[in-house]
């Protein structure tokens, strides 16, 4: 929390300071709508610019989150002109002496290549032209510079100099911002991918040798179970979306478990209790279906009796309860510690410790599994689902074509 409230501040006082300056160059005493001083008013307006102007920069810096936040850039500073460059260009220009880019990215290699602003005096043949001056302030994200924000103005200005760099400083923050919402969904996507490469091979080779061992002795069965392993194999590829819903989660296990029963016959049997009240909670793709791969091979591994599973998804008011638990060989709780801690790699399928990163990655450490296990008594996992977090929304059910 001290660490949100730190980016807080580096984020907010950068814009303060701005609005104060703007307040102190437009302050008025009439229409001030009720909100109090005009240095007052002046500060408010300036956050509201700025809340306007940091949705496209959370995109990232092209040329298209350039032009649609340079106008509010160049309000926040008041000044007559202001473009936003990246290593190469002007992405986007806004006010007067368009004509002036050209000159400007002629001078920047300094300041891009050092990181530090400057003002330099500007050069120009046009009458009808009023900038003198143009004040280059880096836009850096972790010490790299990703380009610059340069006012122009008709003079010289030490305040325009310090307000420009407050305001790029505000800029960078929320390029480092659209920087780590993008390194979070490509990790995202590469522990989705990682999800699929671990699918057991050995699961869809023994599905497909059950498969083949009914073709001939129950035609209709061999039909019924190749659909669950369509079903199942088309879900665990699907290309569309980072999340979905408890229902489609359990229909997949539905499918996965019917090809399994298919194997291991009577040794193996199952029981759902799920309040309908749960159905519609958003999670993780591929979060619950790996828990119960896992209770089948722990609780057929090494045991010549029957096994049970159940699973259970209560409703627990601003939560959803999910338990899946197994009678079987259980583990060492040190071992499985170290599992999660990622010290040990799992003997097969998809890891416990992926989904419990997912679940922490998306929901925070408080709603990592919960694992109760000791050698010879079985496993129970229970895994605690908000219903509902800013973020996380289902893609929809896919269509079956």
Request: with cysteine; hydrophobic share 40%.
């Amino acid at each position: 929390m001290s660490g949100f409230l730190a980016g807080l501040c580096v984020a907010v006082l950068p814009l303060l300071a701005a609005g104060f300056w703007l307040g102190r160059r437009t302050a008025r005493p009439e229409n001030l709508g009720g909100l109090g001083t005009p240095v007052e008013h002046a500060t408010f307006e300036t956050l509201h610019t700025a809340s306007l102007a940091a949705p496209p920069l959370r995109a990232g810096l092209t040329g298209e989150t350039a032009r649609k936040s340079a106008r509010r850039l160049r309000t926040l500073l008041g000044t007559d002109a202001l473009c936003l460059t990246d290593q190469d260009t002007v992405l986007a220009w806004d006010g007067l002496g368009e004509h002036h880019r050209t000159e400007i990215m002629e001078r920047l290699g300094g300041p891009l290549e050092t990181g530090r602003g400057e003002a330099f005096r500007l050069k120009c043949d046009e009458p009808d032209c009023s900038l003198r001056w143009a004040v280059v302030a880096p836009l850096t994200v972790d010490d790299r510079v990703h380009g610059a924000l340069v006012a122009c103005a008709p003079r010289e200005s030490a305040v325009l100099v310090r307000a420009a760099g407050e305001v790029a400083r505000w800029v960078s923050v929320q390029l480092e911002l659209a920087d780590l919402d993008q390194s979070r969904t490509r990790l995202i996507e590469a522990e989705i991918k990682a999800l699929r490469a671990q699918i057991s091979p050995h699961f869809i080779f023994n599905s497909l040798a059950v498969i083949a061992s009914f073709v001939r002795t129950d035609p209709e069965r061999a039909r019924e179970l190749l659909l669950e392993f369509a079903d199942f194999t088309r879900y665990s590829f699907r290309r569309h979306g980072d999340f979905t819903t408890l229902a489609d989660e359990l229909h997949a296990i539905d499918h996965y478990l019917a090809l399994v029963r298919a194997r291991f016959g009577d040794r193996l049997s199952v029981t759902l209790q799920i309040a309908p009240e749960v159905l519609p909670v958003a999670l993780p793709f591929l979060c619950l279906q790996p828990l119960v791969e896992n209770a089948v091979k722990h609780g057929l591994e090494g045991k010549t009796d029957k096994s049970h599973i159940s699973i259970t998804a209560q409703d627990a008011g601003a939560e959803a309860l999910v338990v899946i638990e197994d009678n079987g060989t259980g583990m060492d709780p040190d071992r499985l510690r170290r599992i999660l801690a990622g010290e040990v790699s799992p003997s097969g399928g998809i890891g416990l410790s992926n989904v419990d990163d997912r679940l922490r990655q998306v929901y925070g450490d408080e709603y990592g599994l919960v694992i109760e296990t000791a050698v010879g008594a079985g496993m129970k996992i229970t895994a605690r689902l908000p219903k509902y977090q800013p973020g996380v929304h289902s893609a929809g059910r896919l269509p079956r074509e």
